[in-house]
Nanobody
Framework: QVQLVESGGGAVQAGGSLRLSCTVSQTILSFEAMGWYRQAPGKQRELVAQITDGETIYADSVKGRFTISRDNSKNTVYLQMNSLKPEDTAIYYC???????????WGQGTQVTVSS
């Protein structure tokens, strides 16, 4: 069973930075895409950033502030979050989509809280 474990969440003041990590229990080369999503209270889960073999995409709300990256040797995907705003407060989830069968896996989530 594939497991995704997120870490790095916490509480920061506006303008601060955090780096989230998502470590997968198997090689991330077996996944077509790795992504970070977030869900704020009372809102739907939304895409924050996604990385595939050839490209990265970002939600408009985080462009220029967040950077997604991957370290294949560590089976880990990162989300560097800079210039954090209170509206970035949410639970952040890591998502992996299998290359062959397109099965989707989710992590348990990590809380990010940004105070003004």
């Amino acid at each position: 069973q594939v497991q995704l474990v997120e870490s790095g969440g916490g509480a920061v003041q506006a303008g601060g930075s955090l780096r989230l990590s998502c470590t997968v229990s198997q090689t991330i080369l077996s996944f077509e895409a790795m992504g970070w999503y977030r869900q704020a209270p009372g809102k739907q889960r939304e895409l924050v950033a996604q990385i595939t073999d050839g490209e990265t995409i970002y939600a408009d709300s985080v462009k220029g502030r967040f950077t997604i990256s991957r370290d294949n040797s560590k089976n880990t995907v990162y989300l560097q979050m800079n210039s954090l705003k209170p509206e970035d407060t949410a639970i952040y989830y890591c998502k992996a989509t299998e290359l062959v069968w397109r099965k989707i896996y989710w992590g348990q989530g990590t809380q990010v809280t940004v105070s003004s």
